[in-house]
């Protein structure tokens, strides 16, 4: 049973990048998928997430209008869309599951993790 992130790089403020989050050994279409955030010194914040439940998806105000959370069943892959990005936005970003019906931007709603991935946005 795993979570897999990908996609993170060093990109230049504006860019764009699509973070992938697979999963192997279980099904993910059964979960509320999150999206977080760690940058050095700081909590893990929530950016976004799915409910499993209706599908309805909720933002962290400061990438609202920015990002955008998908998933694919038929790859069991969940994804996130990262555009206009800026240097605030450098963490690490990891994803993560949760059984609840509806998602929360709450890290200790989350039962599993992946390992995360790097995105960096310079200036």
């Known amino acids: 049973v795993q979570l897999v992130e990908s996609g993170g790089e060093l990109v230049q403020s504006g860019g764009s990048l699509r973070l992938s989050c697979a999963a192997s050994?279980?099904?993910?279409?059964?979960?509320?998928i999150g999206w977080f955030r760690q940058a050095p010194g700081k909590e893990r914040e929530g950016v976004s997430c799915?409910?499993?439940?209706?599908?309805?998806?909720h933002y962290a105000d400061s990438v609202k209008g920015r990002f955008t959370i998908s998933r694919d069943n038929a790859k069991n892959t969940a994804y996130l869309h990262m555009n206009s990005l800026k240097p605030e936005d450098t963490a690490v970003y990891y994803c993560?599951?949760?059984?609840?019906?509806?998602?929360?931007?709450?890290?200790?709603?989350?039962?599993?993790w992946g390992q995360g991935t790097q995105v960096t946005v310079s200036s």
């Open positions: 799915i409910s499993n439940n209706d599908g309805g998806t």
């Open positions: 050994g279980f099904t993910l279409n059964a979960y509320s």
């Open positions: 993560g599951i949760d059984s609840h019906p509806f998602c929360l931007l709450i890290p200790s709603q989350y039962e599993r």
